[in-house]
């Protein structure tokens, strides 16, 4: 993929991707040739989705946009934050990226950390590096527009947070997440 588009941005993500994620995917897909999801594969806490839902959630994110591939990495999963998403950016520099996109909450888990604590800290030790980070304010749905939007680039203040969290419950409880794409879960609830 790099050999065929020169401007490539690689993103961490943990998760079965909603809405609020398809708004930084179109976000990074305005900036980039292409985008590469590449989840860590690893040892994950309790109640994360296994890396076979992951799998199956973003083959179907690749088919639903031309401009993303999804290559997972296998590594630890520390859950450490602000730090990982060092650990994250350096992972993807040894790997060749040139940009790396970092989230709000960032390898978070359970609101250990403060929301853009991450951000900040990439953007402290940027110097250290020769990948560049990528930052948003994240994806949310927003009332006045009838949309998904990334924070700060609408206008409006009538934002919805998108849990991950009560996405994942609904998966496990094979009920339908107003927050993300209905056939996409109806393809993970399909998994055994």
Same mark, same amino acid.
């Given at each position: 993929t790099k050999k065929k588009y020169k401007n490539v941005c690689s993103m961490q993500i943990r998760n079965a991707p909603h809405y609020g994620h398809e708004a930084i995917f179109n976000f990074l897909i305005k900036k980039f040739d292409y985008v590469i999801l590449n989840p860590i594969f690893g040892i994950k806490k309790k109640n994360d989705l296994s890396n076979k839902y992951i799998s199956e959630a973003l083959k179907f994110i690749e088919k639903k946009y031309k401009k993303i591939k999804f290559y997972p990495v296998t590594s630890n999963f520390y859950y450490a934050g602000p730090r990982e998403a060092?650990?994250? @950016? #350096?992972?993807?520099? @040894?790997? /060749?990226?040139?940009?790396? !996109?970092? /989230?709000?909450?960032?390898? /978070?888990?359970? #609101?250990? !950390?403060?929301?853009?604590?991450?951000?900040?800290?990439?953007?402290? !030790?940027?110097?250290?590096?020769?990948?560049?980070?990528?930052?948003? %304010? %994240? %994806?949310y749905f927003c009332t006045n527009c009838n949309d998904y939007v990334i924070k700060k680039e609408c206008r409006h203040r009538s934002l919805i947070d998108i849990s991950g969290t009560k996405f994942r419950s609904c998966l496990r409880d094979r009920k339908i997440y107003t927050h993300a794409d209905k056939h996409l879960q109806k393809k993970l609830f399909n998994l055994k």
């Amino acid at each position: 993929t790099k050999k065929k588009y020169k401007n490539v941005c690689s993103m961490q993500i943990r998760n079965a991707p909603h809405y609020g994620h398809e708004a930084i995917f179109n976000f990074l897909i305005k900036k980039f040739d292409y985008v590469i999801l590449n989840p860590i594969f690893g040892i994950k806490k309790k109640n994360d989705l296994s890396n076979k839902y992951i799998s199956e959630a973003l083959k179907f994110i690749e088919k639903k946009y031309k401009k993303i591939k999804f290559y997972p990495v296998t590594s630890n999963f520390y859950y450490a934050g602000p730090r990982e998403a060092l650990h994250h @950016m #350096n992972l993807r520099e @040894m790997l /060749g990226f040139s940009h790396f !996109y970092v /989230g709000r909450d960032h390898a /978070g888990a359970e #609101n250990l !950390y403060a929301p853009e604590k991450a951000v900040k800290t990439v953007k402290k !030790y940027s110097k250290k590096f020769k990948i560049k980070s990528i930052t948003s %304010g %994240g %994806g949310y749905f927003c009332t006045n527009c009838n949309d998904y939007v990334i924070k700060k680039e609408c206008r409006h203040r009538s934002l919805i947070d998108i849990s991950g969290t009560k996405f994942r419950s609904c998966l496990r409880d094979r009920k339908i997440y107003t927050h993300a794409d209905k056939h996409l879960q109806k393809k993970l609830f399909n998994l055994k």
